[in-house]
Nanobody, 126 residues
C-alpha cells in the first residue's frame, strides 16, 4: 500500500491550499482515510477523516469551518482543502488509511491508522 500526498508548499497567511492523497495497492471500500498533521515541537494532531463507504466526514473541533475533506474513491483519491491558512498550520500533513469504517474505530486517534504516506510540507508565513 502506498499513499502519495501532494499539494503542500510555502504560502502566505490567509491563503488556501488543496492537499491531495492518492492511494495505490489498496481498494478503498470499507476504510477511513484521515489527514494528520505534525507541527514542529508538537504531537501528531488528527485533523479530519472521511469514510470510503458512505462519504461521511469528520473534523476536529478546532478545524471546523476552515478544513474541508472530500473523496473521489473511483480514483482512490482524497483531498483536504484548507482556507484561511495561519502560521500555526505549518507542519507536515500526512494522509493515512484505517482498515475499518469510522463507526467501528477511533478515527480521531492517529495510532489507529494502519497505512501512512510520507506527508507533504505546508509552511505558512505571516
Amino acid at each position: 500500500v502506498q499513499l502519495q500526498a501532494s499539494g503542500g508548499g510555502l504560502v502566505q497567511a490567509g491563503e488556501s491550499l488543496r492537499l491531495s492523497c492518492v492511494a495505490s495497492g489498496i481498494t478503498l471500500d470499507y476504510h477511513t482515510i484521515g489527514w494528520i498533521r505534525q507541527s514542529p515541537g508538537k504531537e501528531r494532531e488528527w485533523l479530519s477523516s472521511i469514510s470510503s463507504t458512505d462519504g461521511s466526514t469528520y473534523y476536529a473541533d478546532s478545524m471546523k469551518g476552515r478544513f474541508t475533506i472530500s473523496g473521489d474513491f473511483a480514483k482512490n483519491t482524497v483531498h483536504l482543502h484548507i482556507d484561511g491558512l495561519k502560521p500555526e498550520d505549518t507542519g507536515i500533513y500526512y494522509c493515512a488509511v484505517l482498515s475499518d469504517t469510522p463507526d467501528s474505530a477511533d478515527y480521531d486517534d492517529p495510532n489507529e491508522y494502519d497505512y501512512w504516506g510520507r506527508g507533504t510540507q505546508v509552511t505558512v508565513s505571516s
